[in-house]
């Protein structure tokens, strides 16, 4: 074989090689690689001011907005599902150990959940006008809330049975430390906001 013959091989077979690898490149590269790039959905009918979201155990988001919990899927469509009048306006959401969606209902002082097909169910927490707020999923396997006007961190198990865990202090506000996020920590306790006391709260679970 001559030099130009085996050049000219050379060059398709390189070629080849630089047009596979991008065809991998872009196969492997999910549709949203371009960091950045935002898309908006609205929110279901009739509702608005959405607060709260989280990933369902249905594949699905869910979240809150105004007087309706709201799932959407990943391609953007979706489903509104109306609370009850008593609850009022639901605040913040989780994924309960139960499979289950938990939010709050801070102006209803009330507990929600959630099916995934949209069965909703009310548990009023323990300490009344108390403004539940924040909800994560403890390691324990019972959902934590904040209590933002009852200066308390409530526990509250997927059947319902809630107990109030008050603050040591007060901070000089009203209703108190006003607690407001919560999250479960890697210690294996949860963590929190205090709104009013400008600090971060811990709490056990045993």
Known sequence: MNHSRWRSHLTALLTALIACVGLLSLSSAPAWAKAGTITEFPTPTGSGDPVGITTGPDGNLWFTAGTDIGRITTAGSVTGFPVPQA?????????????????????????????????????????????????????????????????????????????????????????????????????????????QGNKIGRITTQ
């Open 87 to 195: 609850l009022g306006e639901p605040q913040f959401i989780t994924t309960g150990p139960d499979g289950n969606l938990w939010f709050t209902a801070l102006s209803g002082n009330a507990i929600g959940r959630i099916t995934t097909a949209g069965l909703i169910t009310e548990f009023h927490v323990a300490t009344a006008s108390s403004g539940p707020f924040g909800i994560t999923t403890g390691p324990d396997g019972n959902l934590w809330v904040t209590l933002s006007f009852g200066n308390s961190i409530e526990r509250i198990t997927t059947g319902g049975s809630a107990a109030a865990f008050p603050l040591p202090t007060r901070c000089g506000f009203k209703f108190g430390c006003k607690p407001l996020g919560i999250a479960a920590g890697p210690d294996g306790n949860l963590w929190f906001t205090e709104s």
